[in-house]
């Protein structure tokens, strides 16, 4: 029902799958329900393999920033596999060093250092996606 609602209502949007597919890895995590588990992984190779079609020239750094966070976060739930591997590459995409300094130079250009769509949200995302534990202040990403 969770997935039908979010294709209903927000299915073109790939940040609504990305946390949708995270909910249900952060859920079966927390159950230890390997169905759980396997509904988010083929939620997440959809969404890659269908929607998700990176540009580091995202005009929204929001969504860049969501984006980010979402594919560090669910990195962390998948250990081996299709999704796992898409996702590093997402993340590598994001990564790239002339991606990321044309990133930075267009915020320092345009003063954006605020946590939401700006060098501090970067940075933060970045901390949250090497911790060993989720960050409770992560979940500020989460809020579209």
């Not at 860049?64 to 081996?80: A, D, N, V």
Request: hydrophobic share 45%.
């Amino acid at each position: 029902m969770a997935i039908q609602l979010v294709q209903e209502e927000g299915g073109n949007d790939p940040r609504n799958q990305l946390l949708l597919a995270y909910a249900f890895l952060h859920a079966a995590h927390a159950a230890n329900k390997s169905d759980w588990k396997q509904l988010a992984q083929d939620l997440l190779e959809e969404t890659i393999d269908n929607q998700l079609e990176f540009s580091p020239k995202y005009a929204n750094t929001k969504e860049f920033i969501q984006i980010m966070h979402l594919c560090s976060r669910i990195h962390q739930y998948i250990p081996e596999g299709k999704c796992q591997n898409h996702v590093e590459l997402l993340l590598n995409e994001m990564l790239t060093p002339d991606a990321f300094a044309k990133l930075l130079q267009e915020l320092i250009s345009n003063g954006k250092f605020g946590i939401e769509d700006g060098i501090a949200g970067i940075g933060l995302v970045m901390v949250a996606s090497i911790a060993e534990f989720e960050p409770s202040w992560d979940e500020a990403f989460f809020a579209f």
